[in-house]
C-alpha cells in the first residue's frame, strides 16, 4: 500500500510516497520525493508511482514470458497446438463455470465437451452453459474487432442465451448483490454510464499500458460496475484472456481452488475502490501460472 509521510528538515517539511511489500520472504520499501507541500491529485500520483514500481518488479518478466511463449507456439506443430488449445478450453471452461457454481466435475466437464457425454444426475443448465462457454471461447479467439459493448453484449448472450434468456445481453436496469462480498455493485441508475465509461477508458489505454496489467485492470473495473444480472465473472474472465490473447501472451485460467484468493483480491481492491490491491494479486498468479516460460 502506498502512504503519504512528512518528514521536516530545518524546519521544513519534505513529502515522500512510500511503499513497503514482500519479495522472497523478505520486506522491501521504495519510496519518492513528491515535493515541499502535500501534493494535489495524490490519487494519480500514487498511481504513477505505483506503476514505476511494477515496470521495475513485473514488467520484464512478462517480455520473456511472451518471447518464450511465442517461440514455443512457432515450433509445436499445429495438430498439437489445436490439441492443448483444447485441452485449455476445457480446463478453462470448468474453472469459471465452477467457481459461479456449476455443479459439473471437471471429469464431466471434459466428457461433456471433448466426447459429447452429458452427465447423469446433474442440472440441464449447468450442461448448457458449459457448452456455451466454450462456443464462447472460441469465438473469442476468432473476434479480430476491437471491445466493445456490442461484442461483450454478443457475448452474453450466447453464454446464457438457453438458460437464461431473460437476463442474455441485456445489461441490468436493476439492483444486485454479490453473495458472501462487503462490496455493492453500483445501482441500477449508473450502471449505463459507467459501462460507457469502461469501454472509453479501454479505447484511451489499451495501446499505453501493458497487455497484462490492462488484462487485469479491465476485469476488476468491468467486476466493480457488475452490469449483468448474472454472468459478470464469466464474461469478465473471457475480457481478461481476449486482452492477453490478442496480444501475443499466454491466457491465465483461475483455478477453482484459488477462487478464496481471487475473490479477496477482487473485493479488496472494490472496498477500498484501489484496483492496483487486485492488480498485484493477478501479477503474481500469471508469474506462477507462466513460470516454465521464465
Given at each position: 500500500m502506498v502512504t503519504l509521510k512528512k518528514r521536516l528538515s530545518g524546519g521544513k517539511?519534505?513529502?515522500?510516497?512510500?511503499?513497503?511489500?514482500?519479495?522472497?520472504?523478505?520486506?522491501?520499501?521504495?519510496?519518492?520525493?513528491?515535493?515541499?507541500?502535500?501534493?494535489?491529485?495524490?490519487?494519480?500520483?500514487?498511481?504513477?508511482?505505483?506503476?514505476?514500481?511494477?515496470?521495475?518488479?513485473?514488467?520484464?518478466?512478462?517480455?520473456?514470458?511472451?518471447?518464450?511463449?511465442?517461440?514455443?507456439?512457432?515450433?509445436?506443430?499445429?495438430?498439437?497446438?489445436?490439441?492443448?488449445?483444447?485441452?485449455?478450453?476445457?480446463?478453462?471452461?470448468?474453472?469459471?463455470?465452477?467457481?459461479?457454481?456449476?455443479?459439473?466435475?471437471?471429469?464431466?466437464?471434459?466428457?461433456?465437451?471433448?466426447?459429447?457425454?452429458?452427465p447423469n444426475n446433474k442440472p440441464i443448465w449447468d450442461v448448457k452453459e458449459a457448452e456455451a462457454h466454450k462456443r464462447i471461447f472460441y469465438r473469442m479467439l476468432e473476434y479480430s474487432g476491437d471491445l466493445s459493448i456490442g461484442i461483450i453484449l454478443a457475448w452474453h448472450k450466447g453464454l446464457l442465451g438457453e438458460t437464461k434468456p431473460d437476463l442474455a445481453g441485456v445489461i441490468r436496469n436493476y439492483g444486485v448483490y454479490i453473495t458472501n462480498s462487503r462490496f455493492r455493485p453500483p445501482s441500477a441508475i449508473d450502471v449505463q454510464t459507467y459501462i460507457l465509461e469502461f469501454f472509453r477508458w479501454y479505447s484511451r489505454e489499451e495501446s499505453k499500458i501493458n497487455p497484462v496489467e490492462l488484462a487485469a485492470l479491465a476485469h476488476v473495473k468491468f467486476e466493480t460496475i457488475h452490469p449483468f444480472g448474472d454472468g459478470n465473472g464469466r464474461i469478465g474472465r473471457l475480457i481478461m484472456n481476449f486482452i492477453l490473447h490478442r496480444n501475443g501472451y499466454p491466457m491465465i485460467d483461475i483455478k477453482f481452488r484459488d477462487r478464496k484468493g481471487y475473490y479477496r483480491a477482487l473485493e479488496r481492491s472494490q472496498v477500498r475502490k484501489n484496483d492496483f490491491i487486485f492488480v498485484q494479486w493477478f501479477f503474481r498468479r500469471y508469474i506462477k501460472e507462466n513460470e516454465r516460460y521464465l
Open positions: 517539511p519534505s513529502y515522500y510516497l512510500s511503499h513497503t511489500y514482500r519479495e522472497g520472504g523478505r520486506v522491501k520499501y521504495k519510496e519518492a520525493y513528491v515535493g515541499g507541500k502535500p501534493p494535489t491529485h495524490l490519487d494519480d500520483i500514487k498511481s504513477e508511482f505505483l506503476h514505476g514500481l511494477y515496470k521495475d518488479k513485473w514488467f520484464g518478466k512478462f517480455e520473456a514470458i511472451k518471447k518464450a511463449y511465442a517461440k514455443e507456439q512457432k515450433e509445436t506443430p499445429e495438430a498439437v497446438r489445436e490439441k492443448n488449445l483444447e485441452a485449455f478450453a476445457i480446463r478453462f471452461t470448468y474453472n469459471t463455470n465452477r467457481i459461479e457454481g456449476s455443479r459439473l466435475t471437471f471429469t464431466e466437464t471434459s466428457a461433456l465437451l471433448a466426447e459429447g457425454i452429458s
